[in-house]
Each structure stands twice: as C-alpha cells, then as structure tokens.
C-alpha cells in the first residue's frame, strides 16, 4: 500500500509485463493501471503512477518497495470479486484521464 492520489490515462493489463509488451510503458503520458497479476519482482515504468492490483503482495514485495520508492500510488484489492466489481463500474473511463485516490486506511476510489 502506499496512499496517495495520481492522475493518469485509466488502462487496464493482465500484468506489467503486458504493459511493457503492448508499448505501453513507452508512453510518455501518466497512467493509472489495473493489473491482474503481478510476481512481486517487476519494475514500474516512469509513466505509471498509480496501480491497483487484484492480488495481495507482502509489504516488502520489490513492486511494492518500487513503488514507494517512485512515489506511485499502488494498492492491492481485497481479492478478485472486489478487483471485478471495481473493474466493472470503471468501464466508461477506460482509456480516459482519470485519478486515483487510495487513502492510510486502504480505501480505493478512482473517479
């Protein structure tokens, strides 16, 4: 976890290595991803700047380590039915800017 609030252009991968395949880390736009899955071990892209992520990760995974080290926001979701349920309601805002707020407590909103 690692609160905070990022805007970006909302995109969704199965993991950042998709994102890194797709050419999506060559971006040069922010972006707020929805990640699948992630191994625990990856590096961020400079153009993330927020992730969420269907699965737990220990506090000290090198993702999350990474992530508080960039300053992204990052946030793994209480188990795939939140992560689906979450993923559903944030369809019309796919591909458009959108912020990211995840508070101390570990409270998730995208607008």
């Known amino acids: 976890l690692q609160p905070g609030t990022a805007t970006g252009v909302l995109r969704q991968h199965a993991s950042l290595a998709a994102l890194v395949d797709s050419g999506g880390a060559s971006s040069t736009e ?7 899955a992630a191994e625990g071990d990856e590096d961020i892209p400079p153009s993330v700047v927020g992730i969420v992520l269907a699965q737990e990760l220990p506090l000290l995974s090198h993702l999350g380590v990474r992530a508080r ?9 209480d188990g795939p039915d ?4 979450l993923r559903a309601t944030l369809q019309p805002l796919w591909g458009k800017q959108a912020t990211l707020a995840v508070d101390p407590a570990g409270t998730v909103s995208l607008k």
């Open 82 to 85: 939140a992560f689906n349920k």
């Open 30 to 36: 922010p972006q707020v991803v929805l990640l699948e």
């Open 69 to 77: 080290q960039q300053g992204v926001v990052f946030a793994c979701s």
